[in-house]
């Protein structure tokens, strides 16, 4: 689908649309699709245009729904009614997959949060209150949720590698620590770090990636140079390719001891550090004014070291310790359901046996039935003819 072309002075509505851009979310097409239909109208448009952001996300610009044009209305309606038949289709599939009774309906139920599914047919003023405060809400949490996936990942990895010590003798144990503790001294081993956002940082891109003087710095040329879209903001992606330099420094594919999900950690760390001293208004976007005022503060200018993740770990003993006893259960449960389900394969068996037995027994019964009846029809056929002929003969 084409996104509608903006000029740059309407900020507010290029915010609107650029804030739910690639979300990730399971109904990211559905809200875009929705954020697309309605800035079509003429009114809303004009509505977005005078709404503050923040207002914008306690859903204050919802109410304005019942003056958008019957076009729209219809095709929202329309839109919505896909969508409710979207999620029925993958929530059948699920229960069809795992049984009724396995499936958490509490966890299905949250998957409607952001429409109101008591109304299937039309698109009201409180289905777009509802998309537009759970997307918000659903992308706040949506790096938080990637933090904690990155740490069930490391604590797994730490997992797995005690799991093997385990399995190795004394001098096989003490050759894989030994193997470990170079690896990460072999990483921390890199180049200076700069801060991400910062003067020194940025001006390393403008030498190395961009081919200028360092000299010649200049914060506004650089904005224009990296807003690779053109749309007067820096945006999440953006804003992260502006680390990859950085990241070179601490990682490379070929090396045993980067890992590249740890990699994208890193990059996920500077992207929020800078959005949180830079994005002032808190829309997930750095506009030209933001990032030119962020380069005269002190943070910029002279900013304090950065410490990288081999500076931080991402979980702590007592999660680890935790971690593992929520390991230990799942394995334990496992096996308890393996159990159960040799038992119900067993019991199976031995139903299928008794069938297949009765199946011999029947088909032995009717054999013996087609031989009886070709025995008996003989001595039928001579009856009947020496009736025939003493009744003939009287």
């Known amino acids: 689908m ?15 649309f650029l804030f739910f851009k690639d979300t990730g979310l399971h109904y990211d097409r559905y ?23 923040e207002d914008i996300k306690q859903g204050k610009l919802a109410k304005e729904l019942d003056f958008v044009s019957h076009h729209v209305r219809t095709k929202l309606d329309e839109l919505k009614r896909q969508e409710v038949s979207r999620l029925r289709t993958l929530i059948k599939a699920k229960q069809d997959i795992e049984g009724d009774m396995a499936v958490d309906h509490q966890a299905l139920l949250k998957q409607f949060e952001y429409l109101n ?7 009201e003023v409180e289905d777009l209150d509802r998309l537009i405060k759970s997307a918000t809400k659903d992308l706040e949490n949506f790096d938080k949720e990637r933090h904690e996936e990155f740490k069930r990942y ?4 730490e997992h797995e590698r005690r799991e093997h010590l385990k399995t190795l003798d004394e001098e096989g144990r003490k050759k894989e620590e030994e193997h470990y503790e170079e690896m990460k001294k072999k990483h921390a081993d890199h180049p200076k ?25 200049d ?45 994208e950690e890193e990059r996920l760390r500077m992207r929020e550090h800078v959005m949180n001293e830079v994005d002032a208004n808190k829309d997930r ?6 990032f030119l005022i962020a380069t005269k503060k002190k943070e910029f200018l002279e900013p304090d070291s950065w410490e990288t993740l081999e500076q931080n770990q991402a979980y702590t003993e007592e999660e680890m310790r935790e971690f593992e006893e929520h390991l230990a259960k799942q394995e334990e449960d496992l096996n308890l359901k393996a159990v159960d389900l040799q038992k119900q394969r067993e019991e199976l068996e031995r139903q299928q046996e008794q069938l297949n037995a009765q199946k011999i027994q029947l088909q032995q019964a009717v054999e013996h039935m ?6 008996e029809q003989p001595h039928e056929d001579l009856l009947h003819i020496v009736l025939n002929q003493h009744l003939a003969c009287i």
């Open 117 to 123: 599914h008591m109304n299937p047919h039309t698109f």
């Open 31 to 53: 809200l875009r699709e929705v954020i697309d239909f309605l800035e079509k109208d003429q009114h809303f448009r004009e509505k977005l245009h005078n709404t503050d952001m």
């Open 193 to 217: 770090v700069n801060h991400p956002g910062s003067q020194d940082q940025l001006k390393e891109v403008w030498e190395e990636a961009d081919g200028l003087d360092p000299e010649d710095f």
């Open 154 to 157: 490391e604590m797994m990895k």
């Open 2 to 16: 084409d996104k509608p072309k903006y000029t740059l002075g309407n900020k507010r509505l290029n915010s609107l």
């Open 370 to 375: 087609e031989r009886l009846k070709k025995t």
């Open 285 to 290: 976007l750095v506009s030209l004014d933001e």
């Open 219 to 263: 914060p506004k040329t650089f904005f224009n140079l990296h807003d690779t879209n053109g749309d007067g903001f820096f945006d999440e992606q953006e804003l992260e390719a502006l680390f990859t330099k950085e990241l070179e420094k601490i990682y490379d594919p070929t090396n045993e001891e980067d890992d590249m999900v740890e990699m």
